[in-house]
């Protein structure tokens, strides 16, 4: 007889820990999910998901704008945020009731409510205690909020996809890539939006040609963005907006100031404190290349790891977990070569090492990069800019990095991160024949070295 009720008990029904539970349930395990909020996490409900869809809202009134000189007419266009929030939330619903399923289907026992950790195999949630071999927590991560006076007054992320409606104008402060796609979509609905970040130049662990081209493209769409600010109150108005003042002194006023300053492990009062774990300085489980912490029988994966935030490296994650634990094969994560987006606009994507990581690892390296009108803008009249890099080891010829901005960054560079696992080299992009015309054809045409 079995000492516990379930194989496996998962705190967090988000993209790894429904991954997680599905995968184990299909090895033959016992399998629970416990969630507090919704099923999907932050990727379905507040993150991937919906910001793509505003992504896609926020770009038509440039294309309806780029379409005149194709010969079509620009028409009484007009943007209305309730259809656009009412068709999100049905697609968010529509996700989430898929996620349901999946578990259901799988034979995955699911909890709705706050789990509180007692020990090493048992959970509380609400009056239920239920016990299990092993506790999987995959609770993801939360933004953070700064600590300025008036700092009630602002947003997040997670709020900006249930505002009843756009403002005239709208603040966003900080400077990674969750600020930069905000400070596009609110820009691109019509909203005149500034940018403040404390550093000289935002997306500081992007390569050093991506955050330029960002800056220049959302500065020539009409981002006013405000590098070395930092704010230091902010006061509301009786009626309607905000008087920021920055450390600075300057004043400038708004309606709607979002906070974009980072995320950490959402970890909260789930009973942490009854468990032998070790954890980090914003609160992060640390775990082995197996996910267990210092508890044996305790794991931990996603964000909430603080690793890689990134929803498919929470999903390859559950897999491993999943196979090693219940599956009977030893799998291990490499977080080599992880490819990522920033869906700004236009997009940017990047694979492996930044020029900066390079010189520091390698001691001959070669750059080659483009920087161009993309066709579409040679009619459309934009002067919208792609930026195209290579970063190779010259003795080896080993490609160690691809970096671009431009329109479908995303989906050019998903198909060279393959590549770049299987350690593809320069010469093999040299003899590869392009598909003409396309943006991604200058990837296997790039012949001079910009700088070594």
């Known amino acids: 007889m079995k000492d516990h009720e379930y194989d496996l008990i998962v705190i967090g029904a988000g993209s790894g820990g429904v991954r997680a539970a599905r995968m184990s349930a299909s090895y033959g395990a016992k399998v629970a999910i416990v969630e507090k909020q919704y099923l999907g996490g932050t990727c379905v409900n507040v993150g991937c998901v919906p910001k793509k869809l505003f992504v896609y809202a926020s770009h038509f009134s440039e294309d309806f704008q780029n379409s005149v000189r194709f010969g079509w007419s620009e028409g009484n266009s007009e943007f209305d945020w309730p259809t656009l929030l009412r068709n999100k939330n049905s697609e968010i619903a529509r996700l989430n009731d898929i996620y349901k399923k999946l578990l259901d289907n799988a034979g995955v026992d699911r909890f709705e409510g706050t789990a509180e950790i007692i020990d090493a195999h048992n959970v509380k949630v609400g009056r239920k205690e239920i016990s299990s071999q092993k506790i999987l927590i995959a609770t993801g991560g939360q933004p953070v909020r700064p600590k300025f006076r008036g700092s009630e007054h602002v947003i997040t992320s997670d709020d900006a996809f249930y505002l009843e409606s756009l403002p005239p104008r709208c603040l966003i402060i900080g400077g990674g890539y969750i600020a930069v796609e905000f400070a596009g979509i609110f820009n691109g609905l019509g909203v005149q939006t500034k ?33 070395e600010s930092e704010v230091e109150s902010i006061q509301k108005y009786p009626g309607v907006g905000f008087k920021v003042k920055f450390v600075s002194g300057e004043v400038l006023e708004t309606d709607l100031i979002l906070s974009a300053i980072g995320r950490v492990p959402a970890v909260g009062d789930m009973g942490l404190q009854n468990l032998d774990l070790v954890r980090t300085s914003n609160g992060a489980i640390v775990v082995d290349e197996h996910f267990r912490t210092k508890e044996k029988s305790v794991f931990a994966l996603g964000d909430v790891t603080d690793r890689y935030q990134l929803t498919p490296v929470a999903i390859e994650e559950a897999m491993c977990f999943s196979s090693t634990q219940f599956g009977g094969e030893t799998k291990l994560m490499s977080y080599d070569n992880i490819p990522t987006a920033i869906f700004c606009q236009p997009n940017a994507a990047t694979v492996g090492l930044t020029e900066e990581q390079a010189r520091a690892k390698y001691k001959d390296i070669e750059i080659y990069i483009e920087q161009f009108r993309p066709m579409r803008h040679t009619i459309s009249g934009s002067d919208e800019k792609y930026m195209m890099k290579l970063i190779v080891d010259r003795p ?39 598909i003409h015309p396309t943006t991604a054809e200058e990837f296997v045409t790039m012949r001079n070295v910009a700088r070594n």
């Open 396 to 434: 080896s010829d080993k490609i160690l990095g691809v970096h671009m901005v431009g329109a479908d960054a995303g989906e050019i560079i998903q198909g060279l991160a393959v590549a770049m696992k299987m350690g593809v080299t320069k010469s093999v992009f040299d003899d590869t024949v392009g």
């Open 195 to 227: 940018l403040s970040y404390r550093g000289d130049l935002f997306l500081r662990d992007f390569d050093i040609d991506i955050r330029n081209t960002v800056k220049d493209e959302l500065l020539k769409k009409g981002v006013d963005l405000k590098f």
